[in-house]
C-alpha cells in the first residue's frame, strides 16, 4: 500500500495467499497453546471461506490473547485487517480474515455451541455409507 493511499479496511489484503494466511494462523494458534485445534476446509463447500478453524483456551484471558496477537501478526506479516468480534466477553471470538473464519472458544462455551458438528461433513468413505 503506498503512503498515499486509503487506510486498510478489513477485506483488504495485498499480500498473502489463503494458504499463507492459514498456515499463519495454525503456527500462530499452536505458539500460542491453542487446544483441540480443528481445520475445516470449505474450500468447493461454501463460499464464506476456504478455511474454518476452531480452537478453545483455557480461559477468557488466553482467548483474548490469542485473538490478539492473530490479528496483529495477519496485520504484520500479510497487511490484512481482520474483523473480531465477542474480544470484550472472550468466552467466543470470531476473527473473520475473508479466507479463513477462526472461532476461539472457552471450552464450556465450545461443547455448548459445538460448530464442529454443524460444519463437520461426513467423513465416512461412500461404500461404507450404502453398506
Known amino acids: 500500500m503506498s503512503p498515499n493511499s486509503a487506510a486498510a479496511t478489513p477485506g483488504d489484503h495485498d499480500g498473502g495467499s489463503s494458504e499463507e494466511l492459514h498456515a499463519l494462523i495454525l503456527k ?22 476456504d478455511h474454518m478453524i476452531i480452537a478453545s483456551g483455557r480461559s477468557t484471558r488466553q482467548v483474548a ?21 465477542g474480544l470484550p466477553t472472550a468466552d467466543w471470538v470470531l476473527i473473520d480474515a475473508d479466507d479463513v473464519i477462526v472461532h476461539l472458544f472457552r471450552p464450556e462455551v465450545r461443547s455448548f455451541y459445538n460448530l464442529e458438528k454443524m460444519w463437520a461433513f461426513d467423513k465416512t468413505p461412500a461404500a461404507a455409507a450404502t453398506a
Open 28 to 49: 500462530s494458534l499452536d505458539d500460542d497453546q491453542a487446544v483441540d485445534v480443528i481445520d475445516i476446509p470449505l474450500s468447493g463447500k461454501t463460499q464464506i471461506a
Open 65 to 85: 490473547s490469542m485473538a490478539q496477537k492473530l490479528a496483529e501478526k495477519i496485520k504484520a506479516d500479510l497487511g490484512r485487517v481482520v474483523r473480531i468480534e
